[in-house]
């Protein structure tokens, strides 16, 4: 399983950007997917998630700025960033819970994508 994160870039303050992660692969179906950050010299922190089924949750820093979406039949989620401010500077990582074969059975696995910078300018 692959997943490949795109989107980042340079913005202003107050601008915005929509970053995607599409997933690849060999598995059943996805269970969840969301996004991550990670600062300059700061440990990682989830930024939002949504399930396969569509409940959305999102960290305080991103309330009422980020929007967290899911393109089931591409395999695809994508986060909206507005109003960005220059403290979300960081990498963006997307993660995704996958079922996967396992045996006879399935099972869930946990993917992480290459990340994609986002740097905010004030």
């Known amino acids: 399983v692959q997943l490949q994160a795109s989107g980042g870039g340079l913005v202003q303050a107050g601008g915005s950007l929509r970053l995607s992660c599409s997933a690849t692969?060999?598995?059943?179906?996805?269970?969840?997917m969301g996004w991550y950050r990670q600062a300059p010299g700061g440990q990682r922190e989830f930024v939002a998630g949504?399930?396969?089924?569509?409940?959305?949750n999102y960290a305080d820093s991103a309330k009422g700025r980020f929007t967290i979406s899911f393109d089931n039949p591409a395999n695809t989620v994508y986060l909206g960033a507005d109003s960005l401010k220059p403290e979300d500077t960081a990498v963006y990582f997307c993660?995704?819970?996958?079922?996967?074969?396992?045996?006879?059975?399935?099972?869930?696995?946990?993917?992480w994508g290459q990340g994609t910078l986002v740097t905010v300018s004030s």
């Open positions: 993660n995704g819970e996958m079922w996967v074969q396992s045996g006879t059975l399935l099972a869930v696995d946990t993917y």
């Open positions: 692969g060999n598995f059943v179906r996805i269970r969840a």
């Open positions: 949504i399930s396969s089924g569509g409940p959305t």
